[in-house]
Nanobody
Framework: VQLVESGGGSVQAGGSLRLSCVRS????????MGWVRQAPGQEREGVAT???????RYTESVNGRFTISEDNAKNTLYLQMNSLKSEETAMYYC???????????????????WGQGTQVTVSS
């Protein structure tokens, strides 16, 4: 399975970006997929996860501003990010796993497959 992210870039605080992640090598729905970010000098942080049944979870700081979704016909995962903040500057990674219990959906350690990342820079 290969994951390829796109859509990162530079935006001013308050702006929006939509990240995309195209999945190849596994043409079936049912993966648990998520977005994880890592800022320089900081630990990875789970941002949003969508389970195999479509259930979603978000880290509290992005609730109401970010939306995770997927288009299984296109094998693509999305992250719509609105009202971006400068502290959200980070590398954003698409990640996947075959099983994610709901109690662990926000733990980045559950993911076994990773993309190369796309940089998001938010200027204040």
């Amino acid at each position: 399975v290969q994951l390829v992210e796109s859509g990162g870039g530079s935006v001013q605080a308050g702006g929006s970006l939509r990240l995309s992640c195209v999945r190849s090598g596994y043409p079936y729905a049912g993966l648990c997929m998520g977005w994880v970010r890592q800022a320089p000098g900081q630990e990875r942080e789970g941002v949003a996860t969508i389970g195999s049944t479509g259930n979603t979870r978000y880290t509290e700081s992005v609730n109401g501003r970010f939306t995770i979704s997927e288009d299984n016909a296109k094998n693509t995962l999305y992250l719509q990010m609105n009202s971006l903040k400068s502290e959200e500057t980070a590398m954003y990674y698409c990640a996947a796993t075959f099983y994610c219990p709901s109690s662990r959906m926000m733990e980045d350690q559950i993911f076994t497959l990773w993309g190369q990342g796309t940089q998001v820079t938010v200027s204040s």
